[in-house]
């Protein structure tokens, strides 16, 4: 059965160009204008994907306020948001609320059809055991590829997909660098030196925030980056 993808957008060329391109891959979608309309649906079905922008009409927040209302319905839809907002308090605002990623409108249709289909192999594996091959342990660091989680010193590390396996490529092997072709084909994204830069810099910042000594990832100064080795 076809995934049904519920489309909360309230720029109508905007969400008829991400319609036809995600029904072209077999996905049925369903386009909301605003948060009341997208409710009253959820109220009556819940998709099983949906992605909301968060300025909707005149409701600044309300992408927000629909994620919050939608995660209160069910504790495993995948969420996404995808939006022009990119502050940094925006998608850490989005991924406490309960989003599984946050994606930036200056996406390609090809990078939001990986993450797309990212999130679907993640409620998929859910479903199964977990196996001692799904943990990744690395001391204070602790990766859950099943679950797609990471807990630094017993804390949770709020993560997008792309970050989650960014930071995944450089734990795998401790020391060893990682040019930014490398994360790039690791976290199946095409993004610019600069970008890249950014992603590290975020990832910094969130470790950071729990923990003020953190410093496991270097800079390999014109090469990449490493995972510190123990």
């Known amino acids: 059965m076809p995934k049904q993808i519920a489309l909360i957008e309230d720029d ?23 948060r ?10 819940l998709p099983d994907l949906a992605i909301i922008d968060i300025g909707l009409r005149d409701d600044y927040e309300g992408g ?19 939006t022009a907002r990119d502050s940094e308090l925006d998608i850490i605002s989005g ?13 390609s249709q090809a990078h939001m059809s990986a993450r797309i289909a990212a999130l679907f192999r993640r409620i998929a ?13 690395r001391g204070d ?21 792309t970050e989650f396996w960014i930071l995944h490529a450089l734990v795998n092997r401790p020391g060893h660098v990682k040019n930014r072709q ?15 830069t950014s992603h590290i810099k975020r990832l910094r910042r969130k470790f950071a925030s729990l923990d003020p000594d953190f410093a496991a990832i270097e800079t390999a100064y014109g090469l990449g980056y490493r995972w510190k080795a123990e």
Not at 14 to 21: K, S, T
Not at 182 to 196: E, F, R
């Open 12 to 34: 109508v060329a905007l969400a008829a160009n991400y319609r036809d391109a995600l029904s072209r891959q077999g996905y049925v979608v369903k386009v909301y204008s605003d």
């Open 36 to 45: 009341a309309s997208a409710l009253t649906a959820f109220h009556e079905a």
């Open 64 to 82: 927000f306020e629909l994620c919050r209302e939608l995660r209160s319905l069910s504790d495993n839809i995948p969420i996404m948001f995808l």
């Open 95 to 107: 991924l406490r609320l309960g989003a599984d990623d946050y994606l930036t409108k200056d996406i």
């Open 125 to 137: 594996a859910q479903t199964r055991p977990e196996q001692s091959e799904d943990i990744l342990d």
């Open 141 to 161: 660091l602790v990766i859950n590829l099943l679950r797609m989680t990471v807990h630094w010193k017993r804390q949770l590390v709020e993560l997008t997909v």
């Open 182 to 196: 490398q994360l790039m084909d690791a976290a199946s994204v095409v993004l610019d030196d600069n970008t890249i």
